[in-house]
């Protein structure tokens, strides 16, 4: 009983330190983003206590910088949302096909094996083609180079997710609607995809955040009309230094939308990312 009580405040004690490590961060530019230019710099963690909130930063980004704070805002839910919704239509079919499918020419596994190489390249290795290829497309400071960019930068992974969570599905679902004259293409969209439909949403939301996060394309590829969020926020930092007020503020209002996305969907979530991981290993 001893041993088992000690296991218990072991795990209680190292989750509790994780979610510490994990929340501190967002708690931290939460209190600095209220903290006026003289407390920023000063180890003052609980606001009304031990420095009094200030809502300056706010009013001064709203006032001065809102436009550019609400372009990038549209800018990277208009590139999140598209290539998102690309990768896990692509991702989606190209996932059934390696789930259902025997290629003779390309091993299954060669190809599985090429999607998981892709995901180990550097995006700094391919910023210079990209950029070269669109700016012959003029598409340099267009929202649609983006969408183009992250599409084809993250298919790699949904095809993966989704690959798995497809090989999930007893195929004997599938052979029944056959013998019952049903064409591949009605399975897929009647059978397959709504027991697929928790896995799709997870692939969704993690495709989501993974291009609402990228920094490196958006900073290349654009320069005043398709700035995304990140690049906003990084926007902070100047020739006379870094205004960590703002870049707390700027912060605080990135992580929003996508925190909101994943609290509605997050039931969705947690069973399609547990789906996959269960049925991938098989």
């Given at each position: ?136 497309l003029g598409l340099i ?136 991981a269960v049925r991938g290993?098989?």
């Amino acid at each position: 009983m001893k041993r088992k009580s000690i296991k218990r405040i072991l795990t209680y004690a190292f989750v509790i330190l994780a979610g510490v490590w994990a929340i501190f961060p967002f708690y931290w530019a939460l209190t600095t983003s209220f903290k006026s230019k003289v407390d920023v710099f000063k180890p003052l963690f609980i606001p009304f206590i031990q420095f009094e909130p200030t809502l300056e930063n706010w009013i001064n980004e709203a006032m001065l910088r809102g436009d550019v704070i609400i372009l990038g805002l549209r800018n990277s839910i208009i590139a999140s949302l598209t290539s998102a919704t690309l990768c896990v239509i692509l991702g989606g079919m190209a996932g059934y096909a390696l789930a259902r499918f025997r290629f003779e020419k390309w091993k299954n596994r060669d190809i599985i094996i090429w999607f998981f190489s892709l995901r180990f390249l550097p995006p700094i290795a391919v910023s210079i083609p990209f950029f070269l290829i669109f700016m012959n497309l003029g598409l340099i400071d267009n929202v649609v180079s983006l969408i183009l960019a992250y599409t084809v930068f993250f298919i790699p992974f949904s095809t993966l997710v989704l690959r798995d969570i497809f090989k999930g599905i007893p195929v004997e679902l599938e052979e029944s609607a056959l013998v019952d004259g049903c064409s591949r293409i009605s399975i897929f969209r009647r059978i397959t995809l709504p027991l697929a439909a928790p896995g799709l949403v997870a692939a969704f939301i993690i495709c989501f955040a993974l291009a609402w996060n990228e920094f490196l394309f958006a900073l290349i590829l654009t320069y005043r009309n398709a700035t995304t969020i990140p690049v906003v926020i990084a926007g902070a930092e100047h020739s006379q230094g870094v205004d960590f007020w703002y870049i707390c503020t700027r912060s605080i209002i990135a992580i929003t939308p996508p925190v909101v996305l994943a609290t509605i969907v997050q039931r969705w979530l947690v069973t399609g990312l547990t789906l996959g991981a269960v049925r991938g290993a098989r």
